[in-house]
Structures are given as C-alpha cells and as structure tokens.
C-alpha cells in the first residue's frame, strides 16, 4: 500500500470543502428556524415607519412626453449668448442745443517737456566709516546681488553721481545731473 502525498491531500481536502459549500448553498431545504419568510407576490411589502410602495400608474408611462426644443447653445463651444433685440430709441430732447465751448474756451496744455528719467532703482544699504574729511563709505544694491560703494562726489554704478550722504539718507542723481533722488537707509 502506497502513502498519499501531501499535495494528493490538500487537493481532495480542497474538494470536500466545495462539495460541503454547494450542497448547503443549492439545498431547498430552507429548514431551519432562522430562515426568512419569503413574501408572496401579490403582498405589500413595507418596513417599520415606511410608506407602503404605490402602484404605478401605466397610463401615465403612455402619455406623449413634450420634445426637446431647437438647441441654443453648444454646451462645448464657448458663444457669448445671443443679443436681445434692440428696443426702441428714446426720444430726442426738444428745445435748444446744449451750451458748447467756442473755440476760445477750450484751455491749451502747455506744451510738455522730455518725460522725467526714470527713478533709480537702488538702495541704500549701509555706512562704514567715521564722519570727517575724507568723507564716509556709502553701500548700495541693485537688488540683483551686486554691492556698489562710494564717497560723496563719487560715480556710483557708472550711471550715477553720489552727491550727499547724511546717517539715514543718500542723495543721488544721473551723470548728466537730472534725475536728483533722496534714497532712504533700507530699513527705515
């Protein structure tokens, strides 16, 4: 006599497992006492604290239902919707022109010079340095990681002239002189 393998095992326990479940699911027995009464189908079926199911009215379902009217609108398309008719035009005042300026009245602008230069776009940044003659390091930043230094009378940037350094305030202005700015200490 031969010993059955394990697999030979596992496969036939397999097996009587299956054989178990569809004999209980496929059994008509019903028996048992927590079986569930099945209703019969001309019963009403409600729950505790429903409404009992309403019949259907097949008259109703027989009716011609109205149609679905010209599209206006393409739902995946923009359109601005279309315009309203134009209403009538409102009647046009009676009596005398209003007052308009003669050609006298008409005030003339001056006519305008050159556009200002445009601000400087730096900041003052710190001071080094003792007051005296030889005057005190000024730093500036272009707000682009660059540092420019100076003393007063000094070209700062190559664009700009350094004319006055008071302890909160330098002042500058263009080469050319336009343009004259007080720049703030960066921080007050």
């Known amino acids: ?33 927590d079986a569930v009464p099945q209703p019969r189908f001309d ?54 022109p209003l007052g308009l300026p003669s050609a ?3 005030p003339v602008a001056a006519p305008a010079g050159p556009p200002p230069p445009p601000p400087i776009p730096i900041k ?20 682009r990681g660059h540092v420019f230094f100076g003393k007063e009378g000094d070209i700062v940037e190559g664009r700009y002239r350094l004319l006055k350094v008071s302890p909160g305030e330098a002042e500058l202005a263009y080469l050319d002189g336009r343009g004259r700015q007080t720049i703030l200490l960066s921080g007050q």
């Open 1 to 33: 006599m031969t010993v059955p393998s394990a697999r030979t095992l596992s496969i036939a326990g397999v097996g009587v497992v299956l054989l178990v479940v569809l004999t209980t699911v496929l059994s008509d027995d019903g028996g048992g006492t």
């Open 43 to 96: 019963e009403r079926v409600t729950a505790p604290g429903d409404a009992p199911v309403v019949d259907v009215k097949l008259e109703a379902l027989q009716r011609e239902r109205p149609g679905i009217g010209a599209a206006q609108r393409n739902l995946f398309r923009f359109q601005l919707p279309p315009a309203a008719p134009p209403g009538p035009l409102p009647p046009l005042p009676s009596g005398p």
């Open 104 to 106: 006298g009245d008409i």
């Open 124 to 143: 003052f940044i710190g001071l080094a340095g003792a007051p005296g003659p030889e005057g005190q390091v000024v730093f500036f930043s272009d707000g």
